[in-house]
C-alpha cells in the first residue's frame, strides 16, 4: 500500500465521517425547524382561544354589568314606592 492509497483512504474516510456529521446535523435542523412550525400553529390556536376567550369575557362583563343596573334601578323604584307608602302611614297615624 503506497502513500497515495493510504492518503485517499484517509481523505475517504474524513470526508465519510464529515459527511455523517453533517447529515446529521441537517436532520436535527430539519426536525427542529419543524417542531417550529408545529409551535407556532398551536401558538395560533391558542391566541384564537385565547381571543374568544376576551370576547366572552367581556359580553359576561357587560351582561352583568346590565343586570346589575337594571336591579339598582328595580330597587331604587322599590324604595320609593316604601318611601310613599311609610309616608302615608306616618301621615294617617298624625291624623288620628
Sequence with gaps: MGFNELAFTVITILISVIGYFLRNLHND?????DEQKEIRQ???KLKGKIELVEHEVRYRYDAIEKMTQIEIKNLAQQINKLTVSVQK????NLNK
Design 29 to 33: 435542523l430539519k426536525s427542529v425547524i
Design 42 to 44: 398551536e401558538q395560533g
Design 89 to 92: 302611614l306616618i301621615d294617617v
